[in-house]
Antibody, heavy 119, light 114 residues
């Protein structure tokens, strides 16, 4: 069974940093692109970033470029999101999601971790 | 960026009746070289992460009931639930992947029981 368990969220002041992690199991992690998608409270979905199996390609939504860094450790079956210079509008549940093998849609999602930025 | 506009924002449908959700794209998501529409649909139930329902605008993900169907091409798409069940109460989102380096979602449509 595919499982994605995100952690690392919490309450942080504006301008601060957090590192989110996602532990994957039930599939060969190193075979898949992985992604982060966020959802502000009561709002819709926003794709944040995704990266290739070997880390050689990484793509971000414009609003987080230069502040967020996606990374992975295939030996640990883990995906990460380093979030710096946090702003109030970064407050959201952050989901890790697996990119479907052949196209950029997401076939498995974790439960998410909540990041709250206080001003 | 490609903007996806969903309508209506919410709808209430009686059990067993048809629910229809629309998604309009600001530009075509039809890739002419393979004649495929780069559009997906997700279902998000309260307190849960999204679930992939449909990709290529009309291909059902494995395990998705056949009462869910997708249609449309170019800029106008529809998700239809042919006979609404209680477990279908959720928010539904469309997503384009035509611009694979800038993925975007629609604003969501909430489906409730009348």
């Amino acid at each position: 069974e595919v499982q994605l368990v995100a952690s690392g969220g919490g309450l942080v002041q504006a301008g601060g940093s957090l590192r989110l992690a996602c532990a994957a199991s039930g599939f060969t992690f190193s075979d898949y692109w992985m992604s982060w998608v966020r959802q502000a409270p009561g709002k819709g979905l926003e794709w944040v970033a995704y990266m290739k199996q070997d880390g050689s390609e990484k793509y971000y939504v414009d609003s987080v470029k230069g502040r967020f860094t996606i990374s992975r450790d295939n030996a640990k079956n883990s995906l990460y999101l380093q979030i710096n210079s946090l702003r109030a509008d970064d407050t959201a549940v952050y989901y890790c999601a697996r990119k479907k093998w052949e196209l950029p849609v997401f076939d498995y999602w974790g439960q998410g971790t909540l990041v709250t930025v206080s001003s | 960026d490609i903007v996806l506009t969903q309508s209506p924002d919410s709808l209430a449908v009686s059990l067993g009746e048809r629910a229809t959700i629309n998604c309009k794209s600001s530009q075509s998501v039809l890739f002419t070289s393979n004649n495929k529409n780069y559009l997906a649909w997700y279902q998000q139930k309260p307190g849960q992460p999204p679930k992939l329902l449909i990709y290529w605008a009309s291909s059902r993900e494995s395990g998705v009931p056949d009462r869910f169907s997708g249609s449309g091409s170019g800029t106008d798409f529809t998700l239809t639930i042919s006979s609404l069940q209680a477990e279908d109460v959720a928010v539904y989102y469309c997503q384009q992947y035509y611009s694979s380096l800038s993925l975007t979602f629609g604003g969501g449509t909430k489906v409730e029981i009348k």
